[in-house]
């Protein structure tokens, strides 16, 4: 049955495109670990994988929709510190869950505890907590009515976190266009990433404390709805919530490039793409307001991009049982 299972799997292997692949032996475990993501990592090792994963959140996003913006973002926090490795996930008190773009804001942390679980009934240490998140936050993109992807997997999870870098390398939501280009830059992302992967917000919720300071302190509020003034008070009301899109926020789509051509997302991290003078950010959004397919294109090409951010491989990290801690052996 071994041999059967590895020639099977070095069939698959033998018919993907994917290059920089290779396998050597893997002492303790049998059979082989291949180096290099690629989407069909887990066929032969856990098939139903996807199909778990969806069926999951299929129930969580019914039940609150706000889940999938959640998701996608827990995806994002997680790369954008050591890389994709799922270190975002782990509790304890350097836990990158209390850094300051995190803390009483990072959610769905249960939805990828219930994914696991059932993963770990049908196939024991197998499928990496990291995989989840971006396996996660590709579906619960397609459930709000947005673009499929291919999801590289392969990825092993972190042994450690860091909420130093947490603090340092997660872009603020009051962030100037330069902070924003140059900390995309940093992780190997250009505009067009920055731009597309803003998309995201397509979708979510702000809290009041993220953009107070627009409300009350920038020239053009007056474009907008005097309603939001009373989700988001001057003093008081922090977690008050509001739409990051108002006009479609649970449906994904290219909304948020008109609301920002109109002067009227909630961020200022979203706003200074089109008012922070960087003609290449300003071209993108008018671009993506006006053709949602190139949109989609372009997000789902930087949210693979974004995924393949420093991956553990091969023999690096482990594959966590519980993906708030790491294994005890």
């Not at 495109?17 to 290779?22: A, D, F, G, P, V």
């Not at 049998?30 to 856990?46: A, Q, R």
């Not at 009373?230 to 609301?259: E, H, Q, W």
């Not at 991290?269 to 003609?279: A, F, I, K, P």
Request: glycine share 8%.
């Amino acid at each position: 049955m071994a041999s059967l299972r590895m020639i099977l799997a070095l069939v698959v292997v033998a018919s993907l495109s994917c290059s920089h692949l290779e396998a050597f032996p893997a002492s303790g475990h049998g059979g082989y670990v291949y180096t290099g993501l690629f989407p069909g990592f887990y066929d032969v090792s856990c098939p139903q994988a996807n199909e778990i994963i969806m069926s999951v959140l299929e129930k969580a996003i019914a039940e609150d929709p706000r889940t999938a913006a959640s998701l996608l973002r827990l995806h994002f926090h997680d790369c954008f510190v050591q890389g994709c490795d799922a270190s975002v996930l782990l509790d304890g008190g350097a836990s990158e869950k209390n850094a300051r773009p995190n803390k009483n804001s990072l959610r769905g942390f249960q939805v990828i505890d219930e994914i696991k679980a059932e993963l770990e009934q049908v196939c024991p240490h197998t499928v990496s907590c990291a995989d989840i998140l971006a396996l996660a936050a590709r579906d619960s993109v397609i459930l709000s009515g947005g673009p499929h992807w291919e999801v590289a997997l392969g990825r092993r999870d972190s042994t450690t976190a860091s909420l130093t870098k947490s603090n340092s390398d997660i872009p603020a939501p009051n962030s100037t266009i330069h902070t924003l280009v140059a900390k995309f830059k940093q992780q190997g992302l250009n505009e067009q990433d920055l731009v597309a992967l803003s998309g995201g917000h397509t979708i979510g919720m702000a809290r009041c404390v993220t953009f107070r300071q627009r409300l009350y302190s920038q020239p053009d509020v007056t474009l907008f709805n005097n309603g939001l003034k009373m989700v988001c008070p001057k003093v008081g009301g922090d977690a008050n919530l509001s739409p990051l899109d108002i006009s479609s926020p649970r449906r994904f789509d290219n909304t948020y490039f008109n609301l920002l051509l109109e002067g009227r997302e909630l961020l200022t991290s979203d706003q200074v793409l089109v008012s922070g003078n960087v003609r290449k950010t300003m071209d993108l959004v008018k671009m993506y307001a006006e053709d949602e397919a190139l949109f989609f294109h372009h997000f789902a090409k930087s949210m693979v991009k974004m995924g393949s951010i420093s991956p553990l491989l091969g023999v690096h990290g482990e594959i966590r049982k519980n993906c708030r801690t790491i294994n005890s052996n």
